[in-house]
């Protein structure tokens, strides 16, 4: 079965600061792991994703995320924070391709970037 | 970019009453998803579909039943309906199911029962 788990219900952070949102994982096989943010009334915006290769992951708005295998870990991550990256933050895993295709969801971090 | 559109935005029904919710997917994707997220939640998976043919089944009550067209839209039917069905209801699509592209969601259908 898989699960994902973000430890931190709220991060603040600095603008202009770096900021770290954590996500562990849990899945048979091969993990497909997705980051998605989400504005007030709004649906899930992608923002980045790993399948295989790197680990270090690049994605829109200046976020990257890090797998790490032995940790079972896809942490998000952003050199500098801006007021505008404030939002929540959900951490997503499905199985390979073989397995089923929906997205299991992290209960989600609100991000708040202090000017 | 065309994205996904989802009606109506909100929606307003009493208990017992019924209520359909539509998805239209971005062209050319033909797996649509469904989630449902409760206040201050996170998405739970309702049902897939790929190619017209429902793919994966989450936790989607009885009283709930989805479909995909030809056109490759989707509706949500949601019958006797009570007040813990109050939620943000998201659809979602995909390039298809068996492809490691990302799902892109829709601005969801706030769904409140009185």
């Known amino acids: 079965a898989q699960s994902v788990a973000q430890p931190e219900d709220q991060v603040n952070v600095a603008e202009g600061n770096p900021l770290t949102v954590k996500c562990t994982y849990s899945v048979s096989g091969n993990p497909y792991l997705f980051w998605y943010v989400q504005y007030p009334n709004r649906g899930l915006q992608f923002l980045l994703k790993?399948?295989?290769?790197?680990?270090l992951v690049k994605g829109s708005y200046g976020f990257e995320a890090e797998f790490n295998k032995s940790q079972t870990s896809f942490h998000l991550k952003k050199p500098s924070a801006l007021v505008s990256d404030s939002a929540l933050y959900f951490c997503?895993?499905?199985?390979?391709?073989?397995?089923?295709?929906?997205?299991?969801f992290g209960t989600g971090t609100r991000l708040t970037v202090i000017p | 970019a065309a994205g996904v559109i989802q009606s109506p935005r909100h929606l307003i029904k009493e208990k017992r009453e019924t209520a359909t919710l539509k998805c239209y997917p971005i062209p050319r994707h033909d797996t649509v998803y469904w989630y449902q997220q409760g206040p201050g939640q996170d998405p739970q998976f309702l049902i897939s579909f790929y190619e017209k043919m429902q793919s994966d089944k989450g936790s989607i009550p009885d009283r709930f039943s989805a479909q995909q067209f030809s056109d490759y839209h989707s509706e949500l039917n949601m019958s006797s309906l009570e007040l813990g069905d109050s939620a943000l209801y998201f659809c979602?699509?995909?390039?298809?199911?068996?492809?490691?592209?990302?799902?892109?969601f829709g601005d969801g259908t706030r769904l409140s029962i009185l």
């Open positions: 997503a895993v499905r199985e390979g391709l073989a397995g089923a295709n929906n997205l299991f």
């Open positions: 790993y399948i295989t290769g790197d680990n």
């Open positions: 979602a699509s995909s390039l298809s199911r068996y492809s490691n592209q990302p799902q892109h």
